[in-house]
């Protein structure tokens, strides 16, 4: 019986756990699980039971979800929340204790609204979405189904939009929105910003993790992948399947095109076109190998001059 599952060093007999690489192989052989999921190169040792799988990690996931299900959903309003009379709230939908949710705003089928939400006016939340507690929606922003969206999350704040005029900036009023698709995860603290006119656009499936700021008007693709503590500035778009690495910065007005690959640490300057194909590192961003390659020289370098 699999009744929970842990990394291959500390799984027990009870346990499941996963390999994909044959440079854990060893360490599986060695493991202790009661079933390993691994591929099809992989050959146990002694007694082990094994799910034979092409994407190990991609099976393991969903052997999480059934070994660890959701919480339950608790349909109805928690009678410390604040709705207001002309907000529609479906039946089936969880609303947690201090959440506010303004006239106008729609929450559909399934969606659990954490404690202490605010959800503004005229504001749409998809079916089966989860909102973490204080997660903030500003007005008339909409969020598609499934999405996931962690503590913290603000949606639809003001996008950084001010003039010079006279010796002082004038604030250029944001009078877009924002608008997210399906199946979006949105990690703890990060920040989309509606647009000044039209729509910021974050497409179905793409994940972003903690602390990342998109800025008004960016559009950003289908299933794109943006880990930690990136800003993308105003106008900024991203193609379908692009992956941009941790603490990346991108200037105004870039175009980061389809699949295109982004390291860590990045600086993308104003307006750049970024292609598909070899990924880009460095500031200014350049190809991998034209950074390896000027990295290599600049060591050369240090070590010439060191020798003198």
Known sequence: MIEGAAALE???????SFVSSPKYFAAARASA?????????????GSQTILE??????????????????????PGIDPNAMVDGMASIDPSAEIGPGAVIA?????HAHVRVGAGCCI?????????????????????????ARCILHSGVVVGADGFGFELAGGRYHKVPQ?????????????????????????????DGAKLDNMVHIAHNCRIGKHVVIAAQTGLAGGVSIGDYAVVGGQVGVGDKARIEARAIIGSGAGILTSKIVRAGEPV???????LRQYLAQLAVVSRLAKRRGSQ
């Open 10 to 16: 500390a799984a027990e007999a009870g346990e499941l």
């Open 53 to 74: 799988s092409p994407q190990p990690r991609a099976h393991f996931a969903a052997a999480l979800q059934i070994l660890y299900p959701a919480p339950r959903l608790a």
């Open 281 to 287: 590192w460095g500031t200014p961003a350049r190809p």
């Open 103 to 107: 006239r106008g705003a729609v929450i």
């Open 120 to 144: 503004g006016e005229d504001t749409v939340v998809g079916e089966r979405t989860i909102l973490h507690p204080r997660v903030t929606l500003y007005h008339r922003v909409s969020v598609g």
């Open 175 to 203: 009078v877009g929105t924002v608008t997210i698709g399906n199946d979006v995860e949105l990690g703890a603290n990060t920040c989309v910003d509606r647009a000044t006119l039209g729509a910021t656009v974050i497409g």
């Open 33 to 45: 699980a009661g079933c390993l999921i691994g591929p099809p190169e992989y050959e146990e040792s």
